[in-house]
Each structure stands twice: as C-alpha cells, then as structure tokens.
C-alpha cells in the first residue's frame, strides 16, 4: 500500500510568488491536514479536509488556503510569499481524522 | 487552548540504556494521544497511539502512558539503540486537529 506522497519536495520561491503544493492520501482515507514546521515554532496545524469539506484550520493568514478533490487529493496553496513562510510543509492522512496519522516526507519550501 | 510540553528538550544517553520521555499538555479533553519519531528532514512515523479511554499501549520495546487528570503522557525506551537516534515528538488530539510539542531530540551513543 503506498503511503502519503507529497510533491514537490523541495520548492524554491522568492517573495511576492505564490505556491501550490499537492499531497495524494494512503488509499482510503478521507481526513487530509497540513501541518507548517519550522525550527523556532515547531509544528504547527494549518487546515484538515474531510470529504472536501474544511472541518478546522489553524491561526493562519488568508494567504494560506487549501482544498481536498473528490478523489481525497488535497492541496495547499500560499500567496504572496514572505520570508517568514520559510518551512517544511507536511500533509497527513488517517481514515476519519481523529485516529493514527501517517505523514508524508513533505515539501521543503525556501523563500529569497 | 491546548499546550503541549515536552521535557527535556534534549537527550544524550549510551547504549543499553532505558529512558523516558516526557509529554505535558494543559487540556484534558483530548480524543487520544500520540508518540511520533522524526528523522531529519523526514516526515513523521507514528509509534503509539492512545486513546483518551486507555491508560497504556506497548509496542516492541515502547511503551507509553496516558495519565489525563494529570495532563501527562510518557514514553519509555527499554534497551536503547543508536537506530533510536532521532527526534520524538508528542501530539494532542483536538477536534480534527492535533497539537505537537516541541519535540525531545534523542541521541544514543555507541
């Protein structure tokens, strides 16, 4: 069974750009959330989808958004890019939401 | 809101050892609770999950501890290894949405 794949892996930007980055769930499973990790915050929730619905999001700007396809697929999406958005950005799948999340490697993403 | 605590920060041990590490968090309410194991630059691989009904779960040579009237969880490493070497992080579950500690970076030495 193929695990949580999440492209690209490394993303670089400068600011003002925006960025897409695209997480395909383990088969089967419905709940998909982002996560933003950095060294001085640690990690921190962004959004979790569940039947394309968003179901919670975390104390973010409006630059970040996200969706979730029919098919469970799930994208994040960041506009106007700051310095500070600098991050691993990881995207979890688990069945309804609340049970054993499986994570991706995640997207490195460098803002210049 | 939820805050989650891991002590210590840091762990540096020889092999052989047993260790525990520590996991606070302020709101009792939680689903469940889980132990993850992060490599550098890797994603997170969950380790143990307990649900906010039981008190332990084991795995191998892991075994955590849920005590939620204390707001406190552990996870105890028997027999240490230098593959044990990474970062162990503990999350609280929300609603549809967990809460991570700063994690606690393990070292174990050969």
């Known amino acids: 069974k193929a695990g949580v794949t999440q492209t690209p892996r490394y993303l670089i930007k400068t600011r003002g750009q925006q960025v897409t980055l695209s997480c395909s769930p383990i088969s089967g499973h419905r709940s998909v959330s982002w996560y933003q990790q950095t060294p001085g915050q640690g990690l921190q929730f962004l959004f979790e989808y569940f039947s394309e619905t968003q179901r919670n999001k975390g104390n973010f700007p409006g630059r970040f958004s996200g969706r979730q396809f029919s098919n469970s697929r799930s994208e994040m999406n960041v506009s106007t890019l700051e310095l500070g958005d600098s991050a691993l950005y990881l995207c979890a799948s688990s069945q309804q939401g609340a049970e054993k999340l499986f994570f991706g490697s995640g997207t490195q993403l460098s803002v210049l | ?110």
Request: charged share 15%; hydrophobic share 35%; proline share 4%.
């Open chain 2, 1 to 110: 809101k939820q805050e989650v605590t891991q002590i210590p920060a840091a762990l540096s041990v020889p092999e052989g050892e047993n260790l525990v590490l520590n996991c606070s968090f302020t709101d009792s309410a939680i689903y469940n609770l889980q132990w993850f194991r992060q490599d550098p630059g890797k994603g997170l691989t969950s380790l143990l999950l307990i649900q906010s009904s039981q008190r332990e779960q084991t795995s191998g040579r892991l075994n955590a501890s849920l005590d939620k009237s204390s707001g406190r969880s552990t996870l105890y490493i028997a027999a240490s290894q230098p593959g044990d070497s990474a970062t162990y992080l503990c999350a609280a579950s929300g609603t549809y949405k967990y809460i991570f500690g700063t994690g606690t970076r393990l070292k174990v030495l050969a």
